[in-house]
């Protein structure tokens, strides 16, 4: 083998190789973008996602319940997901709060309310909180965080990372209905008109902070447009490297 030949050699073997990490690159990434489109966190189902999110955010200051299939006070009734209640400690002991999680897109707002209203009834709870996928949210209900005849109704995105935290918004909106509707029996310490504007601001900052990330979301699906465009110039690359071989040999 020449020097000529060696060279020529190395060449080839590093430039497929060159081609062959490239490859991997897109393919990992490829994987990657279906999984976080098809999957919520590793396959779980909503409820599941919701059921995690809530006991991430509430740890040590609530016991939320999974409750979904257990049947409640309605008879052979289940409707009602999971059920948040306060530690005996807590002056919120005697008050509960239902959340019903709906990954179905067939599911209108109307349908939400009447079946959140259901939920509440059967578990005994005070107040409802409906969770709505972000893809399975009826158009009608715009806003992320809304309240409708003293419920919560909110949908989160499974693939953003800080989506919880619209659940405890909508958790520290219901103890603030609870403070509120407690009057003068609730103890002089507490300072509601602090409750709403924090419950306000982190409203805001969810907002916010969803935003950000809808922005980002756009910014990925510009990198995977750009890493499509790249098939076609790997192809050409791998074309020409094999040309160029059979040139040599």
């Known amino acids: 083998e020449t020097k000529v030949q060696g060279l020529q050699n190395w060449f080839l073997d590093s430039l497929s190789q060159g081609v062959e990490k490239i490859t991997e690159s897109i393919a990992k990434n490829d994987a990657t ?141 219901a103890r603030t209905k609870f403070a509120l509707t407690a009057g003068s029996s609730v103890n002089e310490t507490i300072d509601l008109q602090k409750i709403l504007r924090l419950t306000d601001n982190l409203v805001r900052e969810a907002e916010n902070l969803l935003a950000i990330e809808a922005h980002a979301k756009k910014a990925q699906t510009s990198l995977d447009s750009f890493l499509k465009k790249i098939g076609p110039y790997r192809e050409n690359l791998a074309e020409l490297a094999q040309e160029l071989h059979d040139e040599f040999a």
């Open 33 to 173: 973008n279906e999984i976080n489109c098809t999957t919520p966190r590793s396959g779980q189902i909503f409820q599941d996602f919701v059921l995690d999110g809530l006991r991430n955010k509430l740890r040590g200051s609530c016991l939320v319940e999974d409750v979904s299939k257990t049947v409640g006070h309605i008879k052979n009734c289940k409707t009602g997901d999971h059920v948040i209640r306060f530690s005996d400690d807590s002056r919120f002991s005697s008050n509960s709060i239902v959340v019903e999680a709906k990954n179905n897109k067939t599911s209108s707002l109307k349908s939400a309310k009447e079946e959140l209203k259901k939920a509440i009834e059967n578990r005994a709870a005070d107040v409802g909180i409906f969770v709505y996928s972000d893809e399975a949210a009826p158009s009608e209900l715009s806003e992320r965080f809304t309240e409708i005849d003293g419920n919560f109704f909110i949908k989160i995105d499974v693939n953003q990372s800080d989506s919880d935290l619209l659940l405890l918004v909508a958790v520290m909106a």
